[in-house]
């Protein structure tokens, strides 16, 4: 992309990439929160090779699908209950402490330079950038699907006095823990997780 | 890791850490994308005390399939990871 010059670049076109925080203890913060340490949070499974499973297959007509093992939906749950709580204390997303930091008061060093059109951390996809002191990396090529718009169902409407609560179709299930996974991928390739 | 020579580093040592955007409204990016402003999407509930339940504990089929205990989990569960993919594509870090 041409680069507007009024986009402040954070980076200096180093060949072998552009870290953010020097090491997993330094401590980094996006968006005015303050800077925490990468999250103690053990390491999740990867969940790239969960399978899912559709109750019909079983015998019984209804179309949730859902994990096969406790152990997978459980390594689901662990991978995005990680990736939320470091999102949320890093200030990617809403939920975490935003202090009021001002000029006058900031004991911390600020990364942009306040330019009214904001900052770029990484000029373009094949640049090379992490968090943290891990290794430089560029993004990942995979797209995934939104997922806004999964419905769910649950096993019970389907005739079965049952309470498991799943997604309706197999694609649906599949782009979900597609997405998941390659989120997941990234942030460990990036450092943000652990 | 030793931080090889190659490699440039953003910040400076800060005892209290760096920060990349000073507030909530500061737009910001990663590989190339548009600055923006945090994602505006209201804070999803927490995900880690979901409960999850098989199909076959509940007595009525003999399968294999785990879900969630109840809509309102799947609902959290959900908008909690859409919410993620939402921001991470807006900020560049995964592809949209």
Do not use: H
């Not at chain 1, 076109?13 to 552009?18: F, H, T």
């Not at chain 1, 019984?60 to 991978?79: D, F, K, L, M, Y």
């Not at chain 1, 999102?87 to 009021?100: C, F, Q, Y």
């Not at chain 2, 994308?33 to 945090?38: I, K, N």
Request: some cysteine.
């Amino acid at each position: 992309m041409t680069q507007p010059t009024e986009y402040e670049n954070l980076c200096y076109n180093a060949p072998g990439g552009a870290v953010f925080g020097a090491t997993s203890t330094d401590k980094v913060g996006f968006y005015g929160v303050a800077p925490v340490a990468r999250s103690q949070t053990a390491s999740t499974n990867t969940v790239s090779t969960t399978l899912g499973i559709n109750v019909s297959t079983n015998s019984v007509t209804i179309t949730t699908w859902g994990w096969a093992s406790q152990a997978e939906i459980n390594n689901a749950i662990g991978a995005v209950s990680s990736m939320q709580a470091a999102m949320k204390s890093l200030g990617l997303i809403a939920g975490g402490v935003d202090p009021l930091i001002t000029r006058s008061s900031s004991p911390f060093e600020v990364a942009d330079y306040g330019g009214t059109d904001g900052a770029q951390f990484g000029r373009t996809s094949t640049d090379l950038i992490s968090f943290y002191g891990a290794t430089p990396v560029a993004r990942i090529t995979a797209v995934t699907v939104d997922i806004s718009t999964a419905t769910t169902v649950s096993a019970s409407t389907n005739g079965v006095a049952t309470i498991p609560w799943g997604w309706s179709t197999s694609s649906e299930f599949a782009m979900f823990n597609s997405a998941i996974s390659t989120m997941q991928l990234q942030m460990k390739q990036l450092g943000l997780i652990a | 890791m030793s931080q090889p020579l190659e490699q440039e580093n953003v910040t400076e040592n800060s005892p209290d850490g760096c920060l990349y955007g000073r507030t909530s409204t500061k737009k910001i990016a990663f590989y190339g994308a548009t600055p923006v402003a945090r994602t505006i999407t209201a804070s999803t509930s927490d995900v880690s005390t979901t409960t999850t339940v098989s199909l076959s504990s509940a007595g009525a089929a003999t399968s294999t399939l785990w879900g969630f205990n109840s809509q309102a989990e799947i609902v959290n569960f959900v908008t909690a990871v859409s919410t993620m993919q939402l921001a991470m594509k807006q900020l560049g870090i995964i592809a949209s």
